[in-house]
């Protein structure tokens, strides 16, 4: 009994009751987004530490706005889900503010910017390239506050480096918008997860010297819902001339969904995209709801004091459903125009990949395959 009172009141004397970083997990509701709708205005601030990074700091404001819009504009390709148990994420308001205690996020670049405490709960700030930490959390408005620390890059407390990772990361503003889009992450409730841009190892392997190059020419893609078009070139020359009737010296194929028509139009093209010639169509496009997998990318753990939602909203459930990652597949028909006949393919979207099945000679091949440049770069091995 002493003990625990003990214990208690250690806990309650500690001055980092209620912080919870990217990784921690000892409140239920510590990967709760930060903001939910109910906020309408993010007010963050940044402090800066001009001796221990290499980046200066009207080049940070901007790609901070950068990585804001990252998400907006992924949420906002959300179809809108007011349904029972689900939750919606973004449409604030972004504003930068002097830090104070009404500010949300504080953006900390450079270790000069720790003050005691902080420094204390990280232990060992220089372990970390970037670390989101909510310090505090309104149980009743479902609302987090705290601060998103970027490592120094130069001087004695730049972040660790064993000579696997580049130096001076931050002269480099990709590499710092990635950054900061993964912590973000982190404050919109999304935990770890997958083989993208909120995998665990995302910054070590952003970082890694070896696998830096690939990142730095890398469109950013989206996380959540697929992209409209691809353009595929690894295409073994039987299925070119089989199945796509192209003719020699056609390399690539284009898919590009049509604008609010739920089909797929074709373009044989060669590698540098100079010509461009309408092969065909994928047309009676229909969801296969075996195959939908229903991922949750956020869970948001509802609290016993939470205001925010009714009963008939969470559907008398603990928790809520944020937005889901995108993995459906779907029974749809490819109609080449110089071929009389449609053939059945099947089609297996993903965020991060768009593959085609069909027939070739009686066997189900892949017709078109694609992953995310991004994906196939974290699979590769980041120790040559
Ligand atoms: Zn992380």
New binding site residues.
């Given amino acids: 009994m002493r003990i625990f009172a003990m214990a208690l009141l250690l806990l309650m004397n500690s001055s980092f009751a209620g912080w919870v970083s990217?990784g921690g997990q000892l409140f239920k509701d510590a990967h709760n987004s930060w903001f939910i709708k109910n906020t309408k205005l993010i007010r963050y601030c940044i402090q800066y530490d001009a001796s221990s990074f290499s980046m200066s700091e009207d080049r940070i404001h901007k790609i901070i706005k950068k990585a804001f819009n990252y998400w907006e504009k992924e949420f906002s390709k959300i179809e809108d889900e007011n349904k029972v148990g689900r939750f919606i994420l973004g449409g604030q308001k972004i504003s930068q503010v002097t830090c104070s205690k009404n500010t949300d996020v504080a953006f900390k670049f450079g270790y000069g910017t720790l003050n005691k405490n902080e420094i204390d709960y990280l232990k060992n700030p220089i372990k970390y390239i970037g670390v989101s930490v909510r310090q505090s959390y309104d149980e009743e408005n479902l609302k987090g506050k705290g601060f998103i620390y970027i490592s120094s890059d130069q001087g004695p407390h730049k972040y660790q480096n064993n000579g696997n990772l580049i130096i001076r990361a931050w002269e480099n503003e990709k590499i710092l918008e990635y950054t900061l889009i993964?912590?973000i992450g982190?404050v919109f409730g999304f935990p770890?997860s997958g083989n993208g841009i909120m995998s665990?190892n995302?910054?070590d392997q952003l970082l890694n010297k070896y696998l830096n190059p690939y990142f730095l020419n890398l469109e950013i893609e989206p996380f959540l819902i697929a992209k409209k078009q691809y353009f595929i070139c690894d295409i073994p020359s039987k299925i070119k001339r089989q199945v796509f009737s192209m003719k020699s010296g056609e390399r690539c194929i284009l898919i590009k969904k049509k604008k609010s028509s739920n089909l797929f139009e074709l373009y044989s093209m060669n590698e540098d995209k100079t010509s461009k010639r309408k092969i065909g169509e994928i047309v009676g496009i229909n969801l296969n709801f075996n195959d939908s997998k229903s991922n949750p990318v956020s869970v948001l753990q509802l609290t016993s004091k939470q205001k925010i939602f009714t009963s008939k909203q969470t559907g008398f459930r603990s928790f809520m459903y944020g937005p889901f990652q995108q993995d459906e597949g779907y029974f749809a028909s490819l109609m080449i125009d110089e071929k009389s006949k449609m053939e059945s393919v099947y089609l297996k979207i993903r965020s991060d990949s768009f593959m085609m099945l069909g027939n070739l000679k009686n066997k189900i091949v892949p017709l078109l395959n694609y992953q995310s440049p991004l994906s196939q770069i974290l699979q590769m091995d980041p120790t040559p």
């Fill in positions: 990217s993964h912590e982190h770890h665990e995302f910054l």
